[in-house]
């Protein structure tokens, strides 16, 4: 067994946003290992120096599409998956060299991309994939124009949706995307800007869908994810057991207590609406469902400034598409005038893995947790901004033990 240790670390303790001065971490078969003040007893066969510098666990998107290659989700149900796959991989790596050593997918990433990330034959972060997201007939996954007719039952190129109508079939689906290893199911329960067909303000599954879904996740251990803006949506699904609301744009204050109230957790996604509208057209979208942005846009931050004074839980998510993938660490600025650092930073480590049920296997730096470790020059708890700027101030990257990124001085 080979070890590695790293020395003169501030570590930062996400969940109590504090610094740990002068400590070191030992990391052995890809997790941490042992935790402490200088000096760990014993001897290590890689030593890494910090100097002093802030050590924190990996961040965690717990909202990306790595295979929406294009913000043209009609022309990538056309594509071949081979293809998707290949230029996939461009953003598995781009992730990881922001400091982003997990990311949950929310539709379209599967099995095969999974493995190959943790067989390292793809660079990237480990890889939480919800396979198909689950959609009703003309529902956010259901890409069909007005016009069109054809309808082959689902899906089966490179799209990131599945369609399925009533509760005998929502079970087959859940079934079916549990049956292929998904992590977690998603659920399109309401409208949303990239569908051709639907308002933003509809809901969709009825309830009895929405716990058939429910219910066969919490049969297989994992939890349900669901795409919602409106109240109306989001506070059908919540008393349900839907675990993460994405996006969230138009909730209310009964929202908020639900949220509270269930332990349910908000994954805001403004960075993808700041890129859509600056330059959603010209990155491939039609411009008709580009103007929906602007429906949710002003709002999310409303939603964000609630949520913080209701004491709502949040994850942090990107949901980027295409070439907007870049504006991932964007978030961050997007948020930081509404919510403290401290706050920011548990959303993109410990919040995630309390939400999806891995509380202490990543998302901090503790003895039993992965070896997904990031090092900073600066301390993002005094500056959140440190964290947008990888190629000067990321220094080091480990995922799993091992180093893609080594930066440190010395």
Do not use: W
């Not at 030593?47 to 990306?64: E, N, Q, T």
């Not at 060299?97 to 990311?103: H, I, L, N, Y």
């Not at 993808?272 to 602007?294: C, I, N, P, S």
């Amino acid at each position: 067994m080979t070890t590695t240790r790293i020395i003169n670390a501030s570590i930062i303790d996400t969940r109590a946003g504090q610094v740990l001065a002068g400590h070191e971490v030992r990391i052995a078969d890809g997790r941490i290992v042992e935790v402490g003040p200088a000096p760990l007893p014993g001897s290590d066969d890689t030593i890494l120096d910090a100097k002093g510098h802030f050590v924190m666990p990996g961040l965690v998107d717990s909202h990306v599409h790595v295979t929406a290659i294009t913000p043209n989700f009609a022309l990538l149900e056309t594509l071949s998956p081979f293809y998707v796959g290949a230029k996939s991989s461009e953003l598995l790596h781009d992730m990881l060299m922001r400091g982003f050593t997990t990311v949950r997918d929310a539709g379209g990433a599967d099995h095969g991309l999974a493995s190959a990330v943790e067989e390292d034959s793809l660079i990237g972060p480990r890889l939480l994939y919800a396979g198909r997201a689950l959609s009703q007939t003309g529902g956010h996954g259901d890409m069909r124009g007005p016009g069109q007719q054809t309808f082959e039952g689902c899906f089966c190129c490179a799209g990131l949706g599945r369609v399925c109508d009533g509760v005998s079939e929502v079970r087959r689906a859940a079934r079916d995307e549990i049956r292929k290893g998904a992590h977690q199911i998603k659920i399109m329960a309401s409208g949303g800007v990239a569908s051709p067909t639907d308002r933003i303000d509809s809901t969709q599954f009825s309830l009895e869908e929405i716990d058939a879904i429910v219910e066969e996740a919490t049969a297989a251990n994992i939890h349900t994810m669901a795409h919602a803006y409106t109240a109306r949506a989001i506070n059908r699904l919540i008393p349900r057991g839907v675990k993460t609301i994405e996006h969230g744009n138009l909730m209310d204050e009964e929202s908020c207590r639900l949220f509270v109230e269930h332990d349910a957790y908000l994954t805001p996604t403004l960075a993808t609406y700041d890129a859509l509208a600056k330059e959603g057209v010209e990155a491939g979208m039609a411009e008709h469902l580009q103007r929906k942005v602007f429906d949710v846009l002003e709002a999310g931050g409303k939603a964000l400034e609630m949520a913080q004074r209701h004491g709502v839980k949040m994850l942090y998510g990107s949901d980027l598409l295409g070439r907007m993938q870049r504006h991932q660490l964007n978030e961050f600025n997007l948020r930081k005038d509404v919510v403290p650092t401290d706050d920011l930073v548990r959303a993109a480590t410990c919040n995630a893995a309390d939400a999806f049920g891995a509380r202490g296997d990543f998302g901090e730096i503790i003895p039993g947790a992965r070896g997904d470790i990031i090092v900073l020059r600066h301390n993002p708890l005094e500056d959140i901004t440190t964290l947008t700027r990888p190629e000067q101030d990321l220094l080091m990257i480990m995922k799993g033990g091992k180093v893609y990124k080594q930066a440190l001085e010395g």
